[in-house]
């Protein structure tokens, strides 16, 4: 057990840090403390308070490690059922007002406040009276249960992440169920002895997808952390190499335009030909350090009320004539409008569609598509090039990294644009991609984030009206 209070309380921990602002990982992080919880009952039970006894531990401080004991064990029967019905909510919605939200946590409390008044109090043979309890414990955790199932994921690259959650959350809670509430109303008890295997089992699915596909976004916190801190860097590093070559190649400049003058006035025709060469290099040089500055510098975002699905129109009609043999198929949601900055989100968008026109060497297809679900619009960005491996997927949203070679003019600097432009508005850029399979671009709008707003059409008047 001292293995299952560790590991619990590890992944609690890393769950609640992850995104404390998240209510998913708010219960989520409680259903993992609180089958702690109970390891830590189990713990005191076993090996903690007989050997306080046996050393002689005076009788006060054996009382309060006993009402420890008491206190995780029943926080753990009591917490774990209401913990995950209200993570099973908060992962896949229920549409409700505002004030329904807020009700529905304190209704749940009623058994449990109900359970703590008027049933027998702890002790160590019932730490709760199970044949009571087992009424709304077990329908909780199978409501939760169903919840979580139903979840649907229209995209493939965040069902891996969704089924991970199920095979690491799912089994242990349900075996939980049986062994902790089921069984014991019926009369056997301590039968929780044998939860070690099958939360063992939940930890191990739990390790492996935290570093394989991510977990409850815990993988895409640490990715968005190293791409943060690097583009941090690059920032820093090209505004301090801005300011020093601007300001020698502008005394090249002026030197060479002086030399210019002079090579015309005495006719000097070799001279004037090796200093036009002079002068074009350094215009070349500023001209691409400005490229590059533009790309890193930190971005100030103009945000305004835009329809998303005319946004996307207006900038695929600029890459209109560079299509000719791709083939556009477009499924735009209509009528969403987010407050988003319209500049930055057009050319992270138009960095994309310029990415997968080359990735496809001008032919193929091309597939843009706005969707929604119940709190984000997703613009999908698919082609059908191609495709990267694995190990070049891990690294294309690292600064001037690039998968195209023989090309000057391309920095590496697309991706992190988009990726930073995404960030900027509390949103998420992801990809997926495999040899052979093209590559597929999602740019994630929490709608909450962007005060995405539908607006019905009225197709009679051509209007739209917001409900």
Not at 408 to 431: D, E, Q, T
Request: hydrophobic share 45%; net charge positive.
């Amino acid at each position: 057990m001292l293995f299952v209070l560790i590991a619990l309380w590890t992944i609690a921990a890393i769950v609640w840090f992850s995104d404390r602002r998240a209510a998913v990982n708010r219960w989520l992080g409680a259903v993992a403390f609180s089958g702690g919880a109970g390891a830590l009952a189990a713990v005191l039970d076993q090996y903690i308070l007989p050997a306080a006894a046996d050393a002689g531990m005076n009788e006060v401080a054996q009382q309060l490690l006993y009402r420890l004991q008491a206190a995780a064990s029943v926080f753990s029967y009591y917490g774990l059922p209401y913990a995950f019905v209200l993570f099973a909510i908060a992962y896949r919605p229920v549409r409700l007002s505002e004030r329904q939200g807020q009700l529905i946590p304190l209704l749940l409390l009623v058994p449990i406040i109900g359970c703590l008044i008027f049933t027998p109090p702890y002790n160590e043979i019932y730490p709760i009276t199970f044949r009571v309890v087992v009424w709304w414990a077990v329908p909780y955790i199978l409501y939760g249960t169903v919840q979580v199932l139903l979840k649907r994921q229209l995209y493939a690259s965040f069902s891996r992440t969704h089924w991970i959650v199920c095979s690491a959350v799912l089994p242990p809670v349900m075996f939980s169920m049986v062994m902790n509430y089921v069984l014991p109303s019926f009369g056997h008890l301590r039968m929780w002895v044998y939860n070690t295997w099958i939360v063992g089992l939940g930890v191990t699915v739990f390790v492996v997808g935290l570093f394989t596909y991510g977990f409850m976004g815990v993988r895409i916190l640490v990715d968005r952390r190293r791409f943060d801190t690097t583009l941090r860097a690059v920032t820093s590093g090209t505004a301090i190499l801005n300011h020093a070559i601007k300001n020698d190649a502008g005394k090249m400049r002026l030197f060479s335009e002086k030399i210019r003058a002079y090579a015309v006035e005495t006719n000097q025709r070799e001279l004037l030909a090796d200093i036009e060469t002079v002068l074009h290099a350094t215009r070349h040089m500023q001209d691409m350090l400005q490229r590059v500055h533009r790309r890193t510098e930190d971005l100030e975002l103009r945000a305004e009320a835009v329809d998303l699905s005319e946004l996307i129109r207006q900038t695929l009609k600029a890459y209109e004539p560079v299509l000719e043999h791709v083939k556009l198929r477009c499924g735009l949601v209509e009528g969403w409008t987010c407050l988003i900055d319209p500049a930055q989100i057009s050319e992270a968008l138009g960095n994309l569609v310029s990415n997968a026109i080359e990735a496809m060497q001008g032919r193929g297809e091309l597939y843009i598509h706005l969707t929604e679900t119940k709190r984000e619009l997703v613009i999908e960005i698919r082609d059908s090039g191609p495709g990267m491996s694995k190990k070049e997927t891990a690294k294309v949203l690292e600064p001037f990294y690039t998968t195209k070679s023989g090309s000057s003019a391309n920095f590496g600097l697309g991706l992190p644009y988009a990726y930073h432009v995404m960030r900027k508005h509390r949103g998420m850029l992801m990809l997926r991609s495999k040899p052979g399979s093209g590559t597929s671009v999602y740019m994630t709008f929490p709608k909450k984030k962007v005060h995405a707003v539908r607006n019905r059409i009225n197709r009679r008047e051509g209007s739209k009206v917001n409900v």
